[in-house]
Every structure is written in C-alpha cells, then in structure tokens.
C-alpha cells in the first residue's frame, strides 16, 4: 500500500523527523483559507498522486503568497499529470499539499528498503539529491552510500553516523542527520513498510535538516497488524481491477499488453509471461489463482480477467497438482454463463484429470483453443490476436 506524501509526512512527524509545515486541501475553495494559515512569503503547491517525479510534469510550484498559491492550487486541481512513474495514462490530481517554501542549500537522496539479494533491510544515501537515484546509480555508483540494517528495529548508533558522515555532515548536522536516519529505520521497522524515501532531504540555508519530500509503502501482508493504517489507503489511486482482486483472494497486478492471462502458482504465471514475450506478445496481466483454488477462485479470476477491456486475446495455464483440471474446466464454463466472452481462448491444463478437463471445454458450446504445451500455448494465444501480434 502505497502512502501520500502528506501521509508519510504525517507519520515521519510521528517519528520525530522534521518536515516543512503543511496543509492537504482536497477542494478548490480550500486553498486561499490553508495558504493563509500555513504564512510566510514564498509557499509550494504540490499535488499529492501515487508516483514521484511531480517537479518535472508541473505537479510541484512555487507561489509568492497566499493569493499565487490559491490560483496555482486551482488550477493543479483535476489536472492529469503524467510523469515517468505514472505511465502514459497519468494520474488526476485530486488532493494538494500546501507547505511553507525552504530555503534550500543542498539536496541529498536518502532511503530505506529492502535488499533482496542481502535478505536485509538497507539504508541508501547520497549527497546527489533532488534528482532521480536511478540515474546517479547508473552514471556514478560511488557516489550511493549502502548500508545494511540487522531486524532488531534499532539501527546501531554507528551504523547511521557513518551515513550521515558520508553525506559529508560533521558537528551538530551530523547529529540530526543520525537521529534522522534511526527514527526513518524505527518508522520503517515498527510500520512494516517496503519502502520509506526522502528525496530531497534539504539541508536548509539556516542549517537545519528536513524531509522536503516524503515517500513510503507499507507492506499489504502487514496490514492485518496496523488497524492505524488500513483508512490510509487511498482508493482513488488504486487499479479498481486491482481492488476487486485483494476482494477475490487473487494475486493480480494490470500490465500494458492485450493478452489476459489466468494461471495458477506465481513461478508459472511468470513463466507464462515469459513465454509469451518471447513469442513477441504482451500480457495485460499477471493473475495468479493460487495452488488451492477452489470452483468460485476460477470463476472470480475469470471474470476479473475479461473485466478488461484491452484483453483481446486470453491464456489459461493450469498445472492440476492440488487444483483438479476437471474443476477449473467446469469452473470456466460457469463464469461463462454470466459473461459474454469475445476473445479467443487457449487453454493449456495438465496434471490431476487433464483429459476430463479438455473433455469437458472440447465439448463447450465455446470453440477453445486447446494448447498440448506451455510453448505451444504461448504460440497459440499470440497469433488468436486480432491484428496480430503488439
Ligand atoms: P517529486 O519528487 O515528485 O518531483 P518533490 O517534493 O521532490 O516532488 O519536489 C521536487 C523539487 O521541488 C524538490 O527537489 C525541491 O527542489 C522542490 N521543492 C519541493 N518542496 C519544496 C519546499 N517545501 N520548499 C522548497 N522547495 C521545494
Ligand atoms: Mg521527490
């Protein structure tokens, strides 16, 4: 679950992290009213969507007083910003942060998340704030600091004085960088999260430290133990088909292809994925029905599948070892019952009742395409595209 900047703002004030004093306002008629509020000569206007890289697409302004700021917050209000981590379709603005404007000295980068290859929780720092890491990862890697944390919670004294030492801090901003980087890995701990990042973190021309930017996502196996944070999921921001899933029990997640994909077991739904890439198609999904499906998970999954509208074509991977093809079969056909299904189908189902289960879709009124291997499968459902392959 992904966290407005506000949001996280609220919870690294929480965890004593310094942020700008701000205002959300999430109507027009608001903004004058929170930029009198907040003061001060020189306010910014920033809209609150799930992807970063708002500075450069027009979601980040600056304003000289209350009366620029409400115009400015105004007119950001139902923009479609698209910026690199939106896609194409971009996201609506629905929700604005005004904060006070700081005098900005110098921008760093600083992050907490987890490294998979460690199995550890790191810490990511680099004095090459304000603009995007991956680029500074890419074209100077000696200039990103990593440290790994251990899963006791606390990160050691130590451990965050070498960081902030790195960033090039010494004395008193040494100091506030340090608590900084224990209270974000206490947050980033005691929260569950995935990912908490600060970019920028400002030192600012008075020489104070604060998070000028604020990112986090708390992991959604977590959820069941933090109640404080299920009312901040922001629905607006999510894939309705994606929303319908967690309902449903199924592991899905939307892509850009047209090929619908209904597998069960995460390392075969990839494999799929794969394959069909290979044969020069593209997914629109990953769907994943789990190893213990039941009847209802196959028509639920079914129908979330076709819900789709750019699915044009669609591929069904079965490995029956705990699921019976039989029963997947069967549970297609009902689904079907309710829902007018236009796309070709290829249908690719081994192990446990394999041949009652193609018996049973060869015998449909539906004409399937039955696939005898996943390669086959992949092939198959590529050239069933209307217009062919994308
Ligand atoms: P994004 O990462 O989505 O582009 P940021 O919040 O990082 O959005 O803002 C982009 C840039 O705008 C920052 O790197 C910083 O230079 C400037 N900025 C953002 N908020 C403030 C602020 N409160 N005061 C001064 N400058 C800001
Ligand atoms: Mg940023």
Redesign the pocket.
């Known amino acids: 679950m992904k966290l407005h ?1 506000y949001q996280a703002k609220e919870l690294f004030s929480a965890y004593g992290v310094p942020v ?1 004093r701000g205002k959300l306002i999430t109507n027009p008629w608001q903004a004058y009213d929170a930029a009198v509020e907040i003061g001060g000569e020189r306010l ?1 206007v ?1 809209a609150q969507i799930h ?6 697409a027009g ?2 302004k ?1 304003a000289h007083g209350a009366e620029e700021a409400a115009k400015l917050a105004e007119e950001m209000f139902g923009r479609v910003l698209v ?1 690199p981590q939106t896609g194409p379709a971009g996201k609506k603005v629905g929700k604005i942060l005004l ?4 005098d ?1 000295e110098k ?1 760093y980068y600083l992050a907490i998340l987890v490294d998979r290859t460690a199995k550890k929780p790191a810490i990511m720092a680099s004095a090459e704030g ?1 603009v995007e890491i991956e680029q500074v990862a890419a074209r100077s890697p000696e200039k990103i600091i990593l440290e790994h944390g251990s899963f006791t919670g606390d990160l050691p004294p130590f451990t965050a004085r070498k960081i902030a030492y790195g960033l090039g801090f010494t004395g008193k901003q040494a100091g506030a960088c340090t608590k900084m980087i224990q209270n974000l890995y206490r947050l980033f701990f005691e929260k569950d999260c995935s990912l908490v990042e600060v ?2 973190l ?1 030192l600012t021309k008075q020489g104070d430290l604060l998070a ?2 604020a990112k986090a996502a708390i992991d959604d196996n977590a959820l069941a133990r933090h109640p404080e944070l299920r009312g901040l999921r922001d629905f607006d921001e999510e894939e309705p088909l994606e929303i319908l899933a967690r309902r449903y029990g199924v592991d899905y997640v939307k892509l850009d292809g047209r090929i619908g994909c209904m597998v069960n077991g995460a390392g075969l739904a990839m494999a799929t994925m794969d394959l069909i890439k290979l044969n020069g198609g593209e997914p629109a999904n990953f769907l994943d029905i789990k190893g213990g499906a039941n009847k209802q998970n196959v028509i639920n999954a079914f129908k979330l599948l076709t819900a789709d509208e750019r699915v044009e074509a669609v591929l069904i991977n079965i490995f029956g070892g705990i699921v019976r093809c039989d029963m997947v079969a069967s549970g297609i056909l009902e689904a079907m019952k309710e829902i007018a299904v236009k796309a070709p189908i290829v249908v690719r189902i081994e192990g446990t009742n394999a041949a009652e289960g193609r018996r049973i879709l060869k015998e449909a009124d539906y004409p399937f395409i039955v696939a005898d291997s996943l390669a086959d499968a992949a092939r198959k459902v590529v050239a069933a595209l209307p217009g062919g392959k994308r």
């Open positions: 900047e700008p910014v920033k992807a970063g890289g708002r500075g450069k979601g980040v600056l910026t904060t006070e404007a700081v900005i921008e304000g970019n920028p400002v000028v930017d």
